[in-house]
């Protein structure tokens, strides 16, 4: 057990529907980060918070969106869901974002856009 | 662009014996490289990374080597245990600026007993 959670493990929607993925870091890592990962294919690196803001952003869709609370925990929201966004959503968190730290990966979220 | 790259989608090894899993990437800004494990239904695990200041990095069975040169890196386990099977990951990132990390597309092992 990493210490990061997901919720939910899974979701079902159609195409065109609005989802909210959510991940609650490690206990005392300040550091959040979104990777999706598709079919066969590596993780790809969506978006970074610290803090609470947003640090860096990667090949992330403008139909995607996030934020990190004051609680530390994120959200990943997607919308205008097509089916190519079918894929596994994973949050990882660490100490700081300028460091040697590991990141800590949750579960997971699979979402399928039917 | 693919900046980290793991050739080999799949590896079988008998059990006992040393499982060797590459890696290559293309980017020389690179200076912090990871291995992450993985099994089904479970997020990434860390298992073990080294940085560009060195070459060798060994943690009990588990040993990375990095040769900079070649920018080429390979995990080293041995000995191999059935419970290693699982997709192993390569991981690499600049210590400045964004903190992601450069995954490359995974090497499925099975160790066979």
Known sequence: ?114 | DQQVKQNSPSLSVQEGRISILNCDYTNSMFDYFLWYKKYPAEGPTFLISISSIKDKNEDGRFTVFLNKSAKHLSLHIVPSQPGDSAVYFCAAKRLQGAQKLVFGQGTRLTINP
């Open chain 1, 1 to 114: 057990d990493s210490g990061v959670t997901q919720t939910p493990k899974h979701l079902i929607t159609a195409t065109g529907q609005r989802v909210t993925l959510r991940c609650s870091p490690r206990s005392g890592d300040l550091s959040v980060y979104w990777y999706q990962q598709s079919l066969d294919q590596g993780l790809q690196f969506l978006i970074q918070y610290y803090n609470g803001e947003e640090r860096a952003k990667g090949n992330i869709l403008e139909r995607f969106s996030a934020q990190q609370f004051p609680d530390l925990h994120s959200e990943l929201n997607l919308s205008s869901l097509e089916l190519g966004d079918s894929a596994l959503y994973f949050c990882a968190s660490s100490v700081d974002p300028v460091s040697v730290y590991e990141q800590y990966f949750g579960p997971g979220t699979r979402l399928t856009v039917t």
